[in-house]
């Protein structure tokens, strides 16, 4: 197949491509490379994908709508997934636009060239913070979700429904995909277990929000890439006699899906930090610190629908997990 990625110097697309290039895929990595976070990483991730065969880079920011439609327009995929976005809750509090540029009017370019270029299946991602104010645990990809906390989460639902009418209007087939935590090497420094392991070595303190109270289905990012290879090859179909009175809201009588991709398994913030605690060898300073806007008090997934569509089952516990990061940090920036 031949795979657009986009964001493929992000977290999970470095990963992704890794993968679908070990599978024998082609891939095209897009990527605009902006300074959200320290763009050195994402060049050492690219550096790391450069010589891969079959893969190729191009720089390019999803809100470019001509040179978005070149790149569909002359490149031919088959299956395109959609990675990039605006990402951080508590960023959007400060930079709202951003999240308007990158995440709405990039889903719309992604969309119209999967329209007119006959892409096979589109799969993009969404993020737990759609569950919002629901406060039914495990979250499943069944429940309502009309009720977000921050505007990132608001983008995410907006996606869903952009990938619905495009499904709808012209039969793209489409498949959600809500991340829940996603962890591991390679990582966004922004994330708690980037700061936390950099402040633990350096003996600094670490805010634990909410006195520690919160709990989070994280994900190992090997766990995430296996369910979306999987996802991939499971063309969404439509589903006949759907109604939106009596269908469940995870599909539709469009070809669209959605679906948690999480570990099934939450984890106290404080059990987590014991764990990278055990991984680094010596404990954290914890600051204790109230409870952050646009944050929610737990996730926890509900991974049945995933489970029955391709067999998805995680693999990592967080303990293991936690140490393959800790080891490649330090690789990564030679601390002993």
Not at 182 to 203: C, E, N
Not at 303 to 321: H, I, N
């Amino acid at each position: 197949m031949k795979y657009l990625v986009t964001g493929a110097a992000g977290f999970i697309g470095f990963h992704l491509v890794q993968r679908l290039c070990a599978d024998g895929h082609e891939v095209v990595g897009i990527d605009n490379l902006n300074d959200y976070y320290e763009v050195s990483l994402k060049e050492a991730r690219l550096a790391r994908l450069a010589p891969l065969a079959g893969f190729r880079f191009i720089r390019l920011d999803l809100a470019d709508r001509p040179g978005m439609a070149r790149l569909f327009a002359e490149q031919g995929f088959e299956r395109v997934v959609h990675l990039a976005a605006q990402a951080g809750v508590r960023y959007s509090l400060d930079n709202p636009f951003a999240y308007a540029d990158s995440n709405l009017v990039g889903q719309l370019t992604v969309l119209e060239g999967c329209r007119h270029h006959g892409v096979g299946h589109l799969v993009y991602a969404s993020s737990s913070s759609v569950y919002g104010l629901n406060d039914k645990m495990p979250f499943a990809a069944t429940d309502t979700v009309d009720h977000p906390i921050s505007l990132y989460a608001a983008t995410k639902k907006a996606n869903e429904l952009m990938a619905h009418s495009y499904a709808h209007l012209y039969g793209i087939p489409t498949t959600g995909l809500r991340f829940f935590t996603v962890y591991g090497p390679w990582g966004r420094p922004d994330m708690a277990l980037f700061k936390f392991t950099r402040a633990i070595l350096a003996g600094e303190p670490i805010d634990v929000y909410n006195q520690g109270q919160l709990s989070r289905d994280f994900t190992h990012v090997d766990d995430i890439v296996e369910g979306i290879v999987r996802v991939a090859d499971k063309v969404p179909q439509v589903s006949p006699g759907w109604t939106p009175s009596q269908g469940r809201t995870d599909m539709s009588s469009a070809p669209y899906r959605l679906f948690n991709i999480g570990n099934g398994s939450p984890v106290r913030l404080l059990d987590f930090i014991e764990a990278l605690e055990q991984a680094i060898g010596q404990p954290a300073i914890k600051h204790m610190m109230p409870m952050q806007p646009g944050d929610v008090h737990a996730t926890w997934a509900d991974t049945q629908g995933l489970f029955e569509a391709v067999g998805y089952q995680p693999q990592m516990t967080v303990a293991a997990g936690v140490k393959t990061f800790v080891d490649w940090y330090r690789d990564y920036y030679r601390q002993a």
